[in-house]
């Protein structure tokens, strides 16, 4: 499978993320008990896949706990928890448009934590798919963006953008020896204790209260969301660079779109397609251009 997938296909399940987090937040479902369950459901299905190589690896994860504590704090609970708790006090306008700043905070977590440096065509690509992305957000007018207002929910969304670019920076510095859904496994587990005394002292939601749906959401969410989506994101980070990477950040609002298309009978508008074109092209010269480029160069050089 083509590397990009592995980075394609965790947008695609956060954007189902998304739409159903925000039907579910909506319905009255605390973010603590959305967040906390959520995964508790994912440690429950990898579990029996995992506690063997985890077992096997226990030697590394006792050596190296105070990164595992920091890659489950970070990715596992402040970055889902924090974003449930915007999606109750802000738009979906709002939330999205601050999500597109990740690549940004990507990058410059990178060159502070790691010393990256960004290629000319990487930084083209990131424009692009910037442009790309506030295009759609703002339905292609600049009065929408001068009209957005800072509310304590964009907070919240602009501090889970955060963790999870420092989480995307950090995956490079992952613990040798230690196997992807090992590294997984334990900081979902880490990461759900963490969230359980929050759950149990914020958490306003009874389980008798929710209902087949909400359950099928959840289950979706700890299937795909979490299990499917982090152990693919973590792949491609490894593979492509979390620069890169972060690209790919900016198809969360041409997925949701989508979704919304194919789900709740909304329309495509022409700066829906002017969006598009700029976020595809920017994550094209970004990943395959430059890739290209850098091939071509150890070539000219001999």
């Avoid at 905070?105 to 692009?128: D, E």
């Amino acid at each position: 499978m083509p590397a990009f997938v592995y980075l394609l296909l965790p947008v695609l399940f956060w954007s189902g993320n998304y739409v159903l987090g925000r039907f579910t937040v909506s319905e009255g479902i605390d973010p603590f008990s959305i967040s906390f369950l959520r995964w508790s459901i994912a440690c429950l299905i990898i579990l029996p896949f995992a506690y063997k190589k985890v077992w096997a690896e226990r030697a590394i994860i006792v050596k190296n706990w105070p990164l595992l504590l920091l890659f489950s704090w970070l990715g596992i609970c402040n970055y889902n928890l924090f974003l449930y708790i915007g999606l109750t006090s802000t738009s979906v306008t709002n939330a999205v448009l601050l999500n597109a700043i990740v690549p940004v905070i990507i990058l410059i977590t990178a060159r502070l934590l790691l010393g990256s440096k960004t290629s000319w065509l990487q930084n083209v690509g990131i424009l692009l798919s910037t442009i790309g992305a506030i295009e759609i957000i703002s339905r292609g007018s600049l009065d929408t963006l001068l009209h957005l207002t800072i509310s304590q929910g964009d907070l919240w969304i602009i501090t889970a953008a955060i963790s999870w670019a420092v989480y995307s920076v950090l995956i490079a510095k992952r613990p040798k020896g230690m196997s992807l859904i090992g590294f997984f496994t334990t900081t979902a587990f880490v990461g759900t204790a963490i969230q359980a005394p929050l759950f149990f002292i914020f958490g306003t939601t009874s389980l008798n209260e929710l209902s087949a749906i909400n359950w099928g959401t959840l289950l979706y969410m700890g299937l795909f969301a979490s299990l499917a989506a982090f152990l693919c994101w973590n792949l491609g980070v490894q593979k492509l660079g979390a620069a890169t990477a972060g690209q790919f950040i900016h198809l969360l609002p041409v997925f949701s779109i989508s979704l919304s298309v194919l789900f709740l009978g909304e329309q495509l508008y022409h700066f829906h397609y002017i969006g598009i074109v700029l976020i595809f092209s920017g994550i094209f010269v970004a990943t395959l251009l430059n890739k290209k480029l850098m091939q071509l160069k150890p070539a000219e050089q001999h």
